[in-house]
Nanobody, 129 residues
Framework: EVQLQASGGGLVQAGGSLRLSCAAS????????IGWFRQAPGKEREGISC????????FYEDSVKGRFTISIDNDLSTVYLQMNSLKPEDTAVYYC??????????????????????WGQGTLVTVSS
């Protein structure tokens, strides 16, 4: 069974940084994708970034591109989201999720919760002004 656990959220001032972690285990094969989503109160769940375990390709939503960086460790057990230059608009519950296949280059599938079949519990990020 695929299991995911997000951690690293907290309270930070605008302009600050946080690094979220997603511990992942139980994948039946090596080629998969891990995405990060966030959901603010009253808003839809938004896919903001994703990384393929096999080819290492990364994907970013425009709202976070240039500020956030996704990475995966060498043994593929943990995915990170380094968040810099945080804004109050980034305040949300952040979730990591797994898809059972890589995201093709140029695809926007990373935005779609329906393509991700396993989810971790969210971690709250609060950015104060």
């Amino acid at each position: 069974e695929v299991q995911l656990q997000a951690s690293g959220g907290g309270l930070v001032q605008a302009g600050g940084s946080l690094r979220l972690s997603c511990a992942a285990s139980g994948f039946p094969f090596d080629d998969y994708a891990i995405g990060w989503f966030r959901q603010a109160p009253g808003k839809e769940r938004e896919g903001i970034s994703c990384i393929n375990s096999g080819d290492g390709n990364a994907f970013y939503e425009d709202s976070v591109k240039g500020r956030f960086t996704i990475s995966i460790d060498n043994d593929l057990s943990t995915v990170y989201l380094q968040m810099n230059s945080l804004k109050p608009e980034d305040t949300a519950v952040y979730y990591c999720a797994a898809a059972l296949a890589a995201i093709p280059s140029g695809s926007t599938w990373y935005r779609l919760p329906s393509y991700f079949t396993s989810w971790g519990q969210g971690t709250l990020v609060t950015v104060s002004s």
